[in-house]
T-cell receptor
Framework: DADVTQTPRNRITKTGKRIMLECSQT?????MYWYRQDPGLGLRLIYY???????NKGEISDGYSVSRQAQAKFSLSLESAIPNQTALYFC??????????????FGEGSRLTVL | AQRVTQPEKLLSVFKGAPVELKCNYS??????LFWYVQYSRQRLQLLLR??SRESIKGFTADLNKGETSFHLKKPFAQEEDSAMYYC????????????FGEGTQLTVNP
C-alpha cells in the first residue's frame, strides 16, 4: 500500500546535537512538506518542496534545514537542537492534483525531545 | 497573510448530542477550507473540504464568507468521533500550502 514513512518515530537528544528526521514515500507524489505540531499551536509549516529542485521556506524555518534527495525522500535537519524544538514532526505529501484540492497525506509523525 | 482560528481547544459532548466545532479564518482573497481529523493512533487525514459540499461520517461544514467561518457540525455525535480536528485554509492562488488552525480535541462521552 502506498505510504508515507517517517524515521525515527521517537528520538531524545541533547541541546546542541545535530538531528535528522527522514521521510520517504511510495505514493509517487511530487510535493512534500514538513510540519511541526505543538499543543495549542496546531500544525505549522517548516519547509516544503514541489519537486527535487524546488525547496521553499515555510512559516517557521529558522533553526531547520531540509534536503530533497529524490522525489521520494525529504529530510529535515536540526543543525543544533534546542529545547523549544521539542515537538511532534509530520511529513506530508501531495500530488499536483492534490496540490489543487488541498489533500495532504501524512506520515505517522516523529516525536523529538530535546533536553 | 491568512490565519485560521479554532477557539475551542477542548470540546466534550455526550453521545447522541449535537456537536459543532468552530473555525474562523482571516484571508483577503477567496480561500478553500478543509477539515482534517486525527483519531487516536491514526494519521492525520482529510475529513472534508468545502468545495465538495459533502457529508462525511455525518459531518458537514458550510463556508460562511460573510462571517468568515467554516464550522464543522454533526447532529448526533458518536463515541468514535472522538479525535483531534483541525481546520485548514488554502488560498486559491498559492498552490497547496495549507494553513492549519490550533486544533480542537473532541471527546464524545458515553
Amino acid at each position: 500500500d502506498a505510504d508515507v514513512t517517517q524515521t525515527p518515530r521517537n528520538r531524545i537528544t541533547k541541546t546542541g546535537k545535530r538531528i535528522m528526521l527522514e521521510c520517504s514515500q511510495t505514493k509517487g507524489h511530487d510535493r512534500m512538506y514538513w510540519y511541526r505540531q505543538d499543543p495549542g499551536l496546531g500544525l505549522r509549516l517548516i519547509y516544503y518542496s514541489f519537486d527535487v529542485k524546488d525547496i521553499n521556506k515555510g512559516e517557521i524555518s529558522d533553526g531547520y534545514s531540509v534536503s530533497r534527495q529524490a522525489q521520494a525522500k525529504f529530510s529535515l535537519s536540526l543543525e543544533s537542537a534546542i529545547p523549544n524544538q521539542t515537538a511532534l514532526y509530520f511529513c506530508a505529501t501531495s500530488d499536483l492534483q492534490g496540490g489543487s484540492t488541498g489533500e495532504l497525506f501524512f506520515g505517522e509523525g516523529s516525536r523529538l525531545t530535546v533536553l | 497573510a491568512q490565519r485560521v482560528t479554532q477557539p475551542e481547544k477542548l470540546l466534550s459532548v455526550f453521545k447522541g448530542a449535537p456537536v459543532e466545532l468552530k473555525c474562523n479564518y482571516s484571508y483577503s482573497g477567496s480561500p478553500e477550507l478543509f477539515w482534517y481529523v486525527q483519531y487516536s493512533r491514526q494519521r492525520l487525514q482529510l475529513l472534508l473540504r468545502h468545495i465538495s459540499r459533502e457529508s462525511i461520517k455525518g459531518f458537514t461544514a458550510d463556508l460562511n464568507k460573510g462571517e468568515t467561518s467554516f464550522h464543522l457540525k454533526k447532529p448526533f455525535a458518536q463515541e468514535e468521533d472522538s479525535a483531534m480536528y483541525y481546520c485548514a485554509l488554502k488560498p486559491l492562488t498559492s498552490g497547496s500550502r495549507l494553513t492549519f488552525g490550533e486544533g480542537t480535541q473532541l471527546t464524545v462521552n458515553p
